[in-house]
């Protein structure tokens, strides 16, 4: 019998939610990255988290520390914003997250001292892959993204340095912020 992590339609559900992220440069250099996740169901609970890298030092802020810790190590520290960094054990910090998250208005985070802004969408499109590396395990996964035009993160008031990077064409933007709705994570 084939191994659910290569056969594809044998893979079971183990995320459902969203998962809007921003990557900030300064001078073509990564100055600051966060994951935004709201999981309406996993295989560890449902919750909310926030990811930043920033400094060399990787925070995790979360209404549920478990989830947060799996949510890192399982998919945000596989994500290809966040090849190349230094990526320490992160610091699992609990707070209370408040998240709005829509295709038309963008994404709003807050958890403790750390503020995340996405807006101005430019575009919705749908998307799916079966073949989404994550530290050696293939996963499949789909949602709906939108690129967007305006983004920050803010830690103890305070913008941190580095703008977003926008490419693509008008018919097909692309940047490096983006909503993201509907995500369904299968292993």
Request: neutral net charge.
């Amino acid at each position: 019998m084939a191994d659910a992590a290569q056969a594809p339609a044998q893979r079971k559900v183990v995320l459902v939610g969203a998962n809007p992220g921003v990557q900030l440069f300064h001078r073509d250099v990564v100055s600051a990255y966060a994951s935004v996740w709201t999981v309406d169901w996993s295989a560890q609970g449902s919750g909310s988290a926030i990811v930043l890298w920033h400094d060399g030092e990787v925070r995790v802020l979360t209404d549920h520390s478990d989830l947060g810790y799996w949510l890192e190590r399982t998919f945000t520290r596989f994500f290809p914003e966040a090849e190349g960094l230094p990526w320490p054990e992160p610091r699992i910090e609990r707070r209370a997250v408040r998240v709005a998250n829509d295709l038309a208005r963008g994404t709003y985070a807050r958890a403790g001292d750390v503020a995340v802004r996405i807006a101005d969408v430019l575009d919705r499109r749908a998307f799916a892959t079966d073949e989404y590396d994550l530290g050696g395990r293939v996963h499949s996964l789909s949602l709906v993204t939108g690129p967007s035009a305006v983004a920050s993160i803010e830690v103890r008031g305070r913008r941190l340095p580095g703008e977003i990077i926008r490419a693509g064409t008008p018919e097909r933007p692309s940047s490096s912020a983006f909503v993201a709705v509907a995500e369904v994570w299968r292993y």
